[in-house]
């Protein structure tokens, strides 16, 4: 799973993941170059070493790049990018048909009608582009917020020039697989209608047909089963709907609808005909309603009407013409290679729809023949066979319809409520309008015109141009003043503007930011300018960008410019009163330089940290140089010690603190030479140099020895 912001192809920004399925998952993204929101669905890491899987995916994306159709998820760009394999799709914000069923249990005949128009819509543009979906369910049809159906996921799309069938490992989901397809066999567009059929089912009745406890049951049911009438479930389901369900998912490809707008032409009938036998399916096998008035659809269609009413050789040529081309298609369908083990055979419907054939036309010879000889009979009631009652019946029904709404007409004129412009009222041209000139309007305008002459507006294209401002309209699907059926869809191609030129981002390292968007502006290139650390570039300069310097990229595209913001700064350990061991290594490791002064401090032993240059709550770049103070400790002081020879006590005390040093202990002795109470003698002789501080011990006088002993000291004993 990919982290929020991570940016692939250097524009698709991954913003979340919004759905995940059996091989890649799907991530709202960010389109930096046109600025929009895309889907982005990415390869899952299982199968990115998987060359099957990878050339699958890319071939998804293949597939579907040439769709651009409203009711098709359109698919932008692929690539790749540091190993992760990506397409780029249509953003649709809404829910999958598959949830949405689950939701309501089960759909109302007319909001099923409009789901499958435009599910069938865009499987036939889809065909239109000779790919095969293979893969039709709810589960891959999205229903936009605003209710416009689209068809997704062409992950096992191939073209229909192949002419190799599919095997079961790439088969479909096989709730709604065709028989051919889950037999191995050919598979053609007709496999799509199929699924189609199976998914209206489940959208009338809130379930699938078939299903079992394995895929091999499942597909069996599809490939021997009778498919289940929905009026079993939904009796209240039209009939012509139920009629539509049933043609579509016929086991023989020859019954089915052969193109999807033959679908969707019925799926429109069926709105305003809800009941009508309009359908021409053939089924047999199945009890109650679908097989009494199955039968009837075979024989009623419109031009079998108008042959009834013709009575002439003309009428029998022409269904021998519709038969023989029905019993090429059969045939193409028996000379197919299928499975001879299979207990399938399309010779099981073939002979029914022979036999019912047969019937027909045999009723039609009888009934030329009465005609001939002018049998009265021919013309009686009881004398009719059921089918050619039916037919009359019907013919009444018709006439007193139009009847009807002849006198309708007349009576509106007459009130007032049609405007006539002539003497008759033409109908077909009373639906029709012309088509207004679009080109060079704004979107808006261009809706607006249409939608005031009831036709409907989508953007199928938005397309550089030098002529078209943007958002104008260039293009339209229908010319103008063309007419068309109203609330037709009109297609426009709109402007995006001059069309994008290339160009090279230029090397900007080192310039700061001002001159590096100068640079880019000259480019017609937008800088988005991002900060960050880094220890070798200085601060304001540009460090790098992204794409990097020489990249082709378009005018217009946003370059990220990474501006230094210096090396990164972290708080500076304090150290103070640290040994000098420890404090040199706590702010190594922290990124810093160390330099170491010393000097003497009374207060801090030798070896202390006494100081530091930088210091909490302070940071600093890693890499700056810490200057640290150690202490060597007290400084010591010296002084010269003075002469006090003949001073008093007290003349000796105020000498010594003169000169920073202390009167240490006195001594008395006797002198015959010198007075009592001086100094006679000192503990350092005068001159020498002592501690400052040092205390200085003296000898005091006590005058002659009245004893008259010989003086011990302290004075000339000559004198």
Not at 108 to 118: D, H, L, V
Not at 537 to 545: L, P, Q
Not at 587 to 607: H, I, M, P, Q, R
């Amino acid at each position: 799973m990919l982290k929020e912001g991570v940016f692939l192809g250097k524009r698709y920004e991954i913003l979340e993941r919004i759905g995940s399925g059996g091989m890649a998952d799907v991530y709202k993204s960010k389109d930096h170059k046109l600025n929009r929101f895309v889907a982005v669905k990415v390869l899952k890491s299982d199968y990115r070493n998987d060359e099957v899987f990878i050339q699958k995916f890319v071939s998804e994306a293949q597939a579907a790049a040439g769709l651009m159709h409203p009711n098709v998820v359109n698919v932008y760009d692929v690539g790749q990018d540091r190993g992760l394999y990506y397409m780029v799709m249509e953003l649709v914000e809404g829910i999958t048909l598959k949830d949405y069923i689950e939701k309501k249990q089960s759909l109302s005949a007319k909001e099923t009608i409009s789901i499958a128009i435009q599910m069938m819509t865009g499987i036939q543009a889809a065909h239109n582009h000779h790919i095969i979906h293979r893969d039709i369910k709810p589960q891959n049809i999205i229903i936009s917020r605003d209710g416009k159906v689209k068809v997704t996921d062409f992950g096992i799309a191939r073209a229909t020039t192949s002419t190799n069938t599919i095997s079961t490992n790439v088969m479909g989901s096989v709730h709604y697989t065709s028989p051919e397809q889950a037999r191995g066999g050919v598979v053609d567009e007709k496999s799509d209608i199929y699924s189609a059929g199976i998914t209206m089912f489940e959208m009338i009745t809130g379930h699938v047909p078939f299903d079992g406890d394995s895929t091999v049951t499942v597909a069996v049911k599809h490939l021997k089963e009778e498919m289940p009438l929905p009026s079993k479930e939904v009796p209240d389901i039209p009939h012509s709907l139920e009629c539509i369900i049933m043609k579509c998912t016929q086991k023989s490809v020859a019954k089915r609808y052969q193109d999807c707008q033959e679908v969707i032409t019925d799926l429109k009938h069926s709105l305003v005909d809800p009941d009508g036998d309009f359908v021409n399916v053939i089924y047999s096998g199945q009890t109650g309603r679908m097989a009494s008035r199955g039968t009837e659809t075979v024989v009623m269609s419109d031009e079998e009407i108008e042959q009834v009413k013709r009575r002439n050789l003309k009428s029998r040529d022409s269904r021998d013409a519709v038969r023989r081309d029905d019993r090429t298609a059969r045939e193409r369908v028996r000379a197919r290679d299928y499975d001879e083990e299979d207990d399938y055979d399309d010779d099981d419907y073939d002979d029914d729809y022979d036999e019912q054939e047969e019937r027909r036309r045999a009723q039609n010879r009888r009934e030329k023949e009465r005609r001939r000889n002018g049998d009265s009979r021919g013309t009686s009631k009881n004398s009719l066979d059921p089918d050619t009652q039916k037919i009359m019946k019907i013919l009444l029904v018709v006439a007193a319809v139009v009847v009807v709404l002849v006198g309708a007409l007349l009576l509106s004129q007459a009130a007032g409520l049609f405007k006539s412009v002539g003497p008759s009222t033409n109908t077909e041209t009373d639906e029709k309008v012309a088509v207004p000139n679009l080109l060079n309007m704004t979107e808006s305008q261009a809706k607006k015109a249409l939608n005031d002459r009831n036709l409907g507006y989508a953007v199928s294209e938005r397309r550089a141009s030098d002529q078209y401002e943007e958002g104008h309209v260039m293009e339209q699907s229908v010319a103008a003043n063309k007419k068309i059926e109203k609330n037709t869809t009109v297609y426009v191609v709109v402007s995006a503007g001059p069309e994008i030129k290339d160009t090279y981002v230029p090397n900007v390292v080192g310039k700061s930011e001002e001159e590096a968007e100068k640079l880019l502006a000259e480019k017609n290139l937008v800088a988005n300018a991002e900060a960050k650390y880094d220890e070798t570039v200085e601060e304001g300069k540009v460090i790098s960008t992204e794409p990097s310097a020489g990249a082709e990229v378009k005018e217009g595209d946003h370059i990220k410019v990474y501006i230094s913001l210096g090396a990164e700064k972290v708080e500076v350990p304090n150290v103070v009163g640290w040994l000098q061991s420890d404090a040199e290594s706590t702010l190594k490791n922290a990124g810093f330089k160390v330099s170491v002064t010393e000097e003497y401090d009374n207060n801090y032993e030798a070896g202390t940290v006494v100081s530091q240059s930088t210091a909490n709550p302070t940071k600093a770049a890693k890499g700056t140089t810490i200057s640290l103070t150690v202490s060597k400790g007290k400084k010591t002081e010296y002084v010269t010690v003075p002469s006090l020879y003949k001073m008093t006590k007290d003349q000796a005390k105020r000498e010594l603190e003169k000169w920073g040093l202390k009167l240490g202990e006195d001594f008395v002795q006797y002198d015959n030479n010198i007075a009592a109470g001086l100094v006679i003698d000192q503990e350092y002789q005068s001159g020498s140099q002592v501690e400052k501080g040092t205390a200085i011990n003296v000898v005091i006088s006590a005058g002659p020895d009245e004893t008259g002993q010989p003086d011990s000291g302290g004075g000339n004993a000559d004198e």
